[in-house]
């Protein structure tokens, strides 16, 4: 059977919404799985089986992997109750795994390989399904790798380390502007994004990382959760609530030791205007307003990120609407452009303010 002294000791009902039941344990058919998405001090995706009455646990900082032979941490934690199968919840800080819980997925699973060593099961959920393998690193720290073993999802394409951004012509407001899309020219730095497992790496224009020197930025991989996405946008620093170049530039100029208190006193801001790559498939074939509706699909807003407005049509109020705010431009691209890595394309037109 097996044992929650350790589960029961580590939490207070009076101060948990948690489940702490007192009666004996109860065996059912060693078959139901949950993984719960727990934003504790660090995002991590618990997974779950019944065996022996509780729920064998590991905690996956970066969630299953979906590419075969990928190998991920899995730390082994304590057992659980049944009752956690079902649980969601707040737990307050201040207690053992305070922080948010959702259930990610739950469903039934079989079991191929079960001992001290191996662990090799197949799950049949909704979003996690398959052949995975849960491997005991015999270490002090009850650290375990887990690996999908059975192929990568039908259709799916792993997310990319580094797109180069498409870049704009300079030009003048197109002649047909119904069939063009305008955004404001923000003045800041090229950023490309790659969220997965929950951590975000911010990358400029030459694929040089930037993460460390904009901190501030690492929350947005926790908000995408297990989304997987590589963004393209801009870094943007205000002063005086306007886009200022060089609040950008000290920012970017800061020793190591400065980074952390610039983070909180003038934090940066990021704005995604468009997805190069989505949860296992290629977005660059798309046309620009499709990538934008599924930019809009995954709701990103926090204290340091926002998804600029786009405006299809009507390129002189955008232009006159960005001289009036004191930005630098508009970039106009048209509506059924597809995503050019690396090119300078006609599809896409810097129009400066003065123009």
Request: charged share 25%; glycine share 10%; net charge negative.
């Amino acid at each position: 059977m097996g044992d929650l002294s350790e589960y029961r000791s580590k939490r207070d009902r009076a101060r948990t919404p948690e489940p702490v039941p007192d009666g004996e344990l109860e065996t059912g058919e060693d078959d139901v799985f949950v993984i719960q998405e727990h934003h504790a001090s660090s995002l991590h995706w618990d997974v779950r089986l019944e065996r022996d009455g509780v729920l064998v646990s590991w905690a996956v900082p970066k969630g299953l992997p979906r590419e075969p032979d990928t190998s991920r941490l899995a730390v082994h934690t304590e057992d659980h109750p049944m009752e956690y199968a079902t649980f969601e919840g707040e737990i307050p800080v201040g207690e053992y795994g305070a922080g948010r819980m959702t259930i990610w997925d739950h469903g039934r699973y079989e079991t191929l390989h079960w001992n001290d060593h191996l662990v090799e099961v197949v799950f049949h959920g909704e979003r996690a399904r398959g052949r995975y393998t849960f491997v005991n690193s015999h270490d002090d720290h009850g650290n375990w790798q887990v690996k999908r073993v059975d192929p990568a999802p039908k259709g799916w394409a792993p997310l990319p380390g580094f797109v180069r951004p498409m870049l704009a012509s300079d030009g003048g407001l197109p002649a047909d502007d119904a069939e063009w899309a305008y955004e404001f020219d923000w003045g800041g730095q090229r950023a490309i994004v790659r969220a997965q497992g929950g951590r975000a790496t911010v990358y400029d224009e030459t694929g040089d990382e930037l993460t460390a020197t904009y901190p501030e930025l690492r929350a947005l991989g926790a908000q995408l959760g297990s989304t997987e996405a590589l963004l393209d946008g801009e870094v943007v620093a205000f002063d005086q609530g306007l886009p200022s170049l060089e609040a950008l530039r000290r920012r970017q100029a800061a020793a190591p030791g400065q980074v952390k208190r610039l983070a909180s006193a003038r934090p940066v801001m990021y704005l995604p205007y468009d997805v190069l790559h989505l949860d296992g498939k290629s977005c660059l074939h798309l046309p620009y307003l499709r990538r934008r509706k599924l930019l809009a699909g995954l709701a990103l807003a926090g204290p340091n990120w926002q998804v600029p407005e786009h405006y299809l049509g009507d390129g002189g109020a955008v232009a006159a609407a960005s001289r009036d705010h004191g930005l630098p431009g508009i970039v106009a691209k048209r509506a059924k452009s597809k995503y050019q890595p690396g090119r300078t394309s006609p599809d896409w037109i810097v129009v400066a303010a003065d123009a």
